[in-house]
Structures are given as C-alpha cells and as structure tokens.
C-alpha cells in the first residue's frame, strides 16, 4: 500500500503502527499478554521526534496529521533536552492524540549542530514534504562514530540520527482496560513477562492530583546498519498511560511536562534509574 492510498485516518495510524512494530520486538509481547486477557487495546497517543530544521520540523511532521482532522492543542518546552512539542487531538476521542517533539538544534554544541544539518542536507528536496513523512525511516547514510558523539551531548539528537522519521512509541489508554485496575496491575503484568520498565523518576510518572500517570518499557536494543558497522542500539518503547478527570468530569487530555522528561529517558542507553 502505497503512501498515497491512506486516505483515512485509521490506514494511516495502521501505516505508522506497522513500521513501529517492525524494530519494536516487545510490542507484539505486549499485546499478547492484554489479549490473552480479552482486552482490546485503545491507543491514548502516539508520539514522534525530529529535528527542527526547515522542512522536517514539528509543523511538517503535523501535516499529514492535519490534513486528516487532528487539531493542535498544547505546546511544551522541554529545556534540559532542548525540545519543544505540541501535540494533536482528532475529533473523532477514539483515534489516539499525536505528541510531536522537535530538537533545537541551535541550542546544542556547534560539533553537534554541524554534524546534524549534515544529515539533513543530504535529504532531497521535497523530502519534507511526503506524506508518510512520519514513518519515512532514516533517509541518510551515517556512521556509527557520529552517533555516538551525538548520544554524547544528546540522547535524542542520537536516537533520530539512527532511526530517523517514525513513530518513537504507542500508547495504552488503561482507563479503557477491563481486566486491570490502574498502572501497578499494568506495571506488574509487562514486569512480570520479563519485560524492562522505565525506572527513572520512579516507575509511575505523576500522580491523580495531576491528573495523568504514565509508565513505559525501556527500549528494545536492535540491530542497525550504519556505514561503519552494525550495532545495537535502543529503538522504540511502550507507554501506559491513565488519564484523571477534571472538575468538570472531563478526562484531562493534555500532557505533563515533568513526566514526559522522564519518558523521554525510555530510549537511553544508560537508561535513568
């Protein structure tokens, strides 16, 4: 199927779960363990990284989004990782949200910066402009010496230099599962599959007063080419998630900055603790 072919917002979403899957061996474990349960799992969000430099920042990562009814909502500054991100709600509540981050390349050493616009201007032109742009893949050649003098300054900067342009995890909305009551019967459940959690900041990042809990895995370690080699490098991780209601009895639908600092941690390779 063919880029061109996803017209609807369901073909795109299986699109970006199928290239997830692909270099994320722990999400079909997952998925297994909520199905032997009878659980049917809704997606909360679906999150995405990238570089924010002309033509494959945050808005076009967001266009294939917009164009298919996902409206922008909240904005986030993350400054200890240089990131910024926004993230997208459809109105159709039963298709997940999309949370876009994008590095600020700037604000990093002028040896990362170079290396990095590098990468992107070997890019060809209109390459931003693809409408799977979203799960592209790694369009550039690179050596694994430059990713890991980037992974030095900058987990994220390394991650995207590796991986390049697809979704960096899914989301489980636990509200929405039957059988398991909250993140530690989630927790307990992936932990006890053998599975690795995210332990930084604890294993549950924030808290019902917040409105919003979230746990992960840690990244699974895969296989990847680079021009020197082949190495392992930490690819894609699961998210829980479990959203709280406002005064008003709506769920909270927006994000919180210091646990998702904490998530981004998922795909370290020294991972937090």
């Known amino acids: 199927m063919t880029s061109t072919t996803l017209s609807t917002s369901g073909e795109y979403l299986d699109a970006l779960w199928r290239d997830y899957t692909a270099i994320t061996p722990q999400a079909a474990r997952i998925h297994a363990l909520f199905a032997a349960r009878g659980e049917t799992i809704v997606n909360d969000h679906v999150a995405l990284r990238t570089y924010a430099r002309p033509g494959i920042g945050l808005d076009a990562l967001a266009r294939p989004f917009l164009s298919r009814g996902w409206e922008p909502r909240d904005d986030y500054r993350f400054r200890d990782k240089h990131l910024r991100a926004r993230y997208f709600q459809h109105a159709d509540r039963t298709l997940p949200k999309v949370f876009i981050s994008e590095l600020l390349v700037e604000e990093l050493s002028a040896a990362a910066g170079a290396a990095i616009d590098e990468l992107v201007g070997r890019l060809p032109a209109g390459f931003g402009e693809r409408d799977d742009l979203p799960y592209a893949g790694r369009p550039w050649p690179i050596d694994h010496t430059t990713y890991a003098r980037l992974l030095d300054e900058s987990e994220y900067a390394a991650w995207v230099a590796a991986f390049g342009f697809r979704v960096n995890h899914f989301t489980v909305d636990v509200g929405r599962l039957r059988t398991l009551d909250g993140l530690d019967a989630v927790n307990a459940l992936v932990a006890g599959a053998g599975v690795e959690l995210n332990r930084a900041g604890g294993l549950i990042k924030g808290t019902p007063a917040e409105r919003l809990e979230q746990s992960s895995t840690c990244a699974d370690a895969v296989d990847v080419t680079f021009t020197d ?14 959203r709280y209601p406002l005064p ?17 941690e998922s795909t370290d390779v020294r991972r937090g603790g």
């Open 248 to 264: 008003d009895g709506e769920l909270f639908q927006g994000f919180v900055p210091t646990s998702a600092d904490k998530l981004f």
């Open 229 to 242: 080699g082949v190495h392992r490098v930490p690819s894609c991780y699961y998210e829980f998630a479990r």
